[in-house]
Nanobody
Framework: QVQLVESGGGLVQAGGSLRLSCAAS????????MAWFRQAPGKEREFVARINWGGGVVDALFAKGRFTISRDITKNTLYLQMNSLKPEDTAVYYC?????????????????WGQGAQVTISS
């Protein structure tokens, strides 16, 4: 069973950048499909991006060209580089993991979750 811990959240101005990290422990990191989700107040959890074993990436439409998901297997760490941030990107960002190779966008497809990192973008 894998444990996930996010870090790197914070408060930035619109147009700025942040990089979130998700440290994994207790499992074989390279065997998991990894993803980022976010949840804004009063809204459902929303898919951001997913990366598979081979480095294949699926991005949400709003993330294309602004957000980049990546992973460092040697460090057991997942990243989300976020650029050109907007106030509507304000949310708690969660990393998630699963061994289900079919998993893409649905939160229910993921078995393990981090505690979340708050990202706040000021206008």
């Amino acid at each position: 069973q894998v444990q996930l811990v996010e870090s790197g959240g914070g408060l930035v101005q619109a147009g700025g950048s942040l990089r979130l990290s998700c440290a994994a422990s207790g499992g074989t990191f390279s065997s998991y499909i990894m993803a980022w989700f976010r949840q804004a107040p009063g809204k459902e959890r929303e898919f951001v991006a997913r990366i598979n074993w081979g480095g294949g990436v699926v991005d949400a439409l709003f993330a294309k060209g602004r957000f980049t998901i990546s992973r460092d297997i040697t460090k057991n760490t997942l990243y989300l580089q976020m650029n050109s941030l907007k106030p509507e990107d304000t949310a708690v960002y969660y990393c998630a993991a699963t061994t289900n190779w079919r998993a893409v966008m649905a939160p229910g497809e993921y078995d393990y979750w981090g505690q979340g990192a708050q990202v706040t973008i000021s206008s």
